[in-house]
């Protein structure tokens, strides 16, 4: 680093060190021990003292040497607080002499330790090594950490105490520099290798001493120790600058560039307040000539980089004075600080939001003393105890804070004497609840912790309690629906496999597993839609539970599967239990049908039963039974789908009829088969089934439909279709009904089948559907005459018709078939 013309470089500096290196005046001998010699015996003291000078007036960083004996050497820079106070008076002496002490346990070489002394000023120590010889230690202190309070009520006590002048006393203190941790860390390293680099020189000063032949290599390498100093010099961790008694730069290291984002040249001879922020130019102009009067500086400014970014630095500075005394230079070391302001700003405004939620929760907070005697409570506490905070202080915490078991009604311990005893954090257990001051309970959930003051000795505790009678209530119901399904009522399937587990004992046995499936809910759910299904479930799974002993477990476990877990009951008991579930639901009905439900059973009675198999083995006869009662009940279905159909609407009935008796004589008309005409028959009663899912204010509308009811007119074809597949022989029918709305072009629905793509029964179906409909009466319209019919039959042939199927259809109308 360069500095003005007449001030030492830290260049020149290490030239001073280099060329008087040693006090030795003749080569040392290999015999020589080298145990006998000490740190005055091998360093220049005046030339190093020049050196840390000369680094001193350059960066502001003080500094000693000390032999192992703690003899100061060398010292620099050593503030007022400590050389005219605390080494002057014995007893802050004595202070100063342990502070040394400590420091100079660093035994490796490029290591470091910090140490604050009992004055208040924190000091940092790495040893110098010679030869595996520790010869002293290089020291670096008097400062305070930017992120410690500066007690100064401690400092002015100290004054008194000592006898010093408390102004002069505190006017030294101000002068003390502050370094944040980091900066601190990095000096640290720095002054560690520094004193690697002195002990270095030693050794190589040592060695050059011994013979003169090993001059010009010892040169070479104090040379190149000159370039390793000054290359340390040039990234020493804090940025460096100059300025004249106006304010110009006459000098920057290459860290204040870095900071900045500048080229030396746009630097060097520029005033200091073009690189503020504008808000910032006049405190500058204020401070400044305060700083040359005082002779030192604290300060933050905010400056701008060579891309505009604004950037918070902070600055400790001194001026340099000639050797008459006058004004130099300025000498200060800067920092980024801006991201340690933005986490300090976001570390207190998170401060304050966590400060306004203790204060907006509503939670009761009581503070007691050591003894369990309340100190603190507030109004949410107040509230919920009923003790007003008058009333409270100085009562014990039992009296006011009066806890018992939900169940046992039994005294709970304290959480505050817990707390006590053990020091650390407690939480009250479930199931509490808080006997206010008028005899009222509610449940509540608190946690105590103690109050830990900066020694580390407990002072208090602090509880913090709510009401919990809300969230109880919430957590019963979340736990009921955990536990059970939400339809039904009836446990679910993760209640039943947990109990199970807890039943299969042999205290249990005979365990009988009954598995029960309901017979056509998905046949409900299409005819008659989820409501009518739902109530299916609803009332199975009551006719199961009001069927059932208090302690069997009955369980929905899938769509239309409930189980039941019979415990202490065998097969022939279990039977008896399932003819009087029968007979409760054979009084229930859905949509005028019965309810049924097919069961089967197994029975574990011992050891040897693996609960898996009998599981298996209630599932399989489930299923069989259900293959025999399930299609019978189907077809009543059916049945009971077409009668409600009709019920809904008379139209509807006589509709399907027309339309029934024409497609048995196209049957005919084609010559079909008995069997196929019989299909043909069924077929035209069926193919408006799905209807029974169109809700009676579409069927029954006087007017015509609009496009959104169309549009659900339109899906009665395909709930025929899942209506029918339900059962096994009417699947071809069902078919024949998803088809019958397609068109000969293709242009129908749902599928837009195409000419012969289209079953020929629905082909049949959907010209006797449209005949019937053109010449029957309807709210919204007159009935056309069968000519007309016929006419408009022949105009769609070919395209909504098969066209030959037309041509048969009329003349079996017209009588010419």
């Not at 005899?439 to 580390?456: K, L």
Request: proline fraction near 3%.
């Amino acid at each position: 680093m360069n500095s003005e013309s007449g001030t030492p470089t830290a260049a020149a500096a290490i030239a001073s060190a280099a060329a008087v290196p040693t006090n030795l005046t003749a080569p040392i001998e290999p015999e020589i021990d080298w145990g006998e010699l000490t740190l005055a015996d091998i360093i220049d003291v005046p030339a190093v003292q020049a050196l840390l000078e000369s680094f001193q007036q350059l960066t502001g960083m003080l500094g000693a040497i000390v032999d192992s004996k703690g003899q100061v050497l060398i010292s620099v820079g050593w503030q007022d607080i400590c050389t005219k106070f605390h080494r002057c008076h014995p007893e802050t002496r004595k202070n100063c002499i342990e502070s040394d002490t400590v420091l100079a346990q660093a035994a490796e070489p490029g290591s470091f330790q910090a140490y604050r002394c009992k004055n208040g000023m924190w000091d940092i120590s790495s040893p110098i090594v010679v030869s595996g010889q520790h010869l002293g230690n290089i020291y670096f202190g008097q400062f305070i950490y930017t992120d410690e309070v500066l007690d100064r009520e401690y400092f002015r006590q100290q004054a008194r105490l000592y006898g010093f002048e408390e102004s002069a006393y505190l006017a030294a203190l101000e002068q003390v520099p502050r370094y944040d941790r980091e900066t601190v860390k990095a000096v640290m390293a720095f002054y560690a290798r520094m004193g690697a680099m002195i002990s270095d020189l030693g050794f190589k000063n040592l060695s050059l001493s011994r013979t003169l032949s090993e001059r010009q290599r010892a040169e070479a390498e104090l040379r190149e120790s000159e370039k390793r100093f000054q290359l340390l010099f040039n990234r020493a961790p804090l940025g460096y600058q100059s300025l004249d008694f106006d304010g110009y730069f006459l000098e920057v290291n290459p860290k204040w560039l870095e900071i900045l984002g500048y080229q030396r040249a746009e630097v060097i001879g520029k005033w200091f307040g073009d690189f503020l922020c504008p808000e910032y130019v006049e405190g500058f102009r204020k401070r400044f000539p305060l700083f040359k009067s005082q002779g030192y500086i604290h300060s933050e400014f905010e400056m701008l980089t060579k891309d505009g970014q604004r950037l918070t630095i902070a600055f400790d500075g001194k001026i340099g004075y000639d050797v008459d005394g006058g004004f130099k230079q300025t000498h200060c070391i800067l920092q980024d600080i801006t991201q340690q302001k933005a986490m300090a700003a976001q570390l207190y405004n998170e401060k304050e939001l966590f400060k306004t939620t203790l204060i907006s929760i509503g939670d009761g907070v009581i503070a007691t003393d050591t003894q369990g005697q309340v100190l603190i409570i507030n109004k949410i506490a107040a509230s919920l105890t009923g003790w007003t905070l008058a009333e409270a202080c100085g009562q014990p915490i039992e009296a006011v804070f009066e806890i018992i078991n939900e169940f046992t009604r039994e005294r709970c311990e304290n959480p505050v004497a817990k707390v006590l005893a053990t020091k650390s954090i407690i939480e009250l257990a479930n199931h509490t609840l808080l006997i206010a001051r008028d005899g009222s309970e509610r449940p509540i959930e608190d946690s105590a912790a103690p109050i830990i003051d900066e020694q580390g000795n407990l002072t208090g505790v602090v509880l913090v309690f709510r009401d919990f009678t809300e969230k109880k209530k919430n957590h019963d119901e979340i736990k009921y629906l955990s536990f059970h399904d939400h339809l039904t009522g009836a446990y679910n399937r993760r209640f039943y496999e947990e109990e199970l587990v807890r039943v299969d004992t042999a205290r249990n046995w005979p365990l009988t597993i009954v598995m029960g499936d309901v017979n056509g809910l998905k046949l409900i759910n299409d005819s008659f839609g989820h409501a009518a299904g739902d109530q299916l479930l609803v009332k199975t799974a009551a006719a199961l539970t009001n069927s059932c002993r208090a302690d069997d477990i009955i369980a929905r476990i899938g769509g239309d599967e409930f189980i039941i877990l019979f415990p202490k009951t065998d097969a022939f008991e279990a039977a008896q239990l399932i003819k009087r579930i029968k007979k409760l639901l054979q009084e229930e009905s859905i949509e005028g049908l019965e309810i049924s439900v097919s069961f089967g059973s197994a029975t574990k009675t011992s050891a040897a039963d693996e609960i898996g198999e009998v599981f298996k083995q209630a599932e399989d006869k489930m299923y069989h039974n259900k293959l025999y009662e399930g299609p019978s009940l189907k077809g009543r279905v059916i049945d009971n789908i077409v009668a409600a159909l009709n019920h809904k609407s008379s139209r509807e009935e006589v509709h399907s009829r027309q339309v029934s008796i024409l497609c048995e004589k196209m049957g005919v008309a084609l010559g079909m088969d008995e069997y196929q005409i019989k299909e043909l028959k069924a077929f035209g009663l069926l193919h408006d089934i799905g209807k029974i899912a169109i809700s009676d204010k579409i069927l029954n509308k006087p007017d015509r439909l609009s496009e959104a009811e169309w549009l659900e007119m339109k899906n009665h074809a395909e709930i025929g279709y899942r209506i029918l597949c339900t059962n096994t022989e009417l699947t071809e029918i069902a078919d024949y009904v998803l088809a019958h709305h397609e068109r000969w072009d293709g242009s129908g629905y749902p599928k837009g089948l195409k000419g012969p793509e289209i079953p020929l029964p629905a082909r049949i179906c959907a010209i006797a559907d449209a005949y019937d409909a053109m010449i029957s009466e309807r709210s919204y319209k007159s009935p056309l005459s069968t000519e007309l019919a016929i006419t408009e039959l022949l105009n769609h042939a070919g395209t909504q018709f098969d066209p030959e199927l037309v041509l048969v259809f009329v003349g079996l109308i017209s009588g010419t078939a």
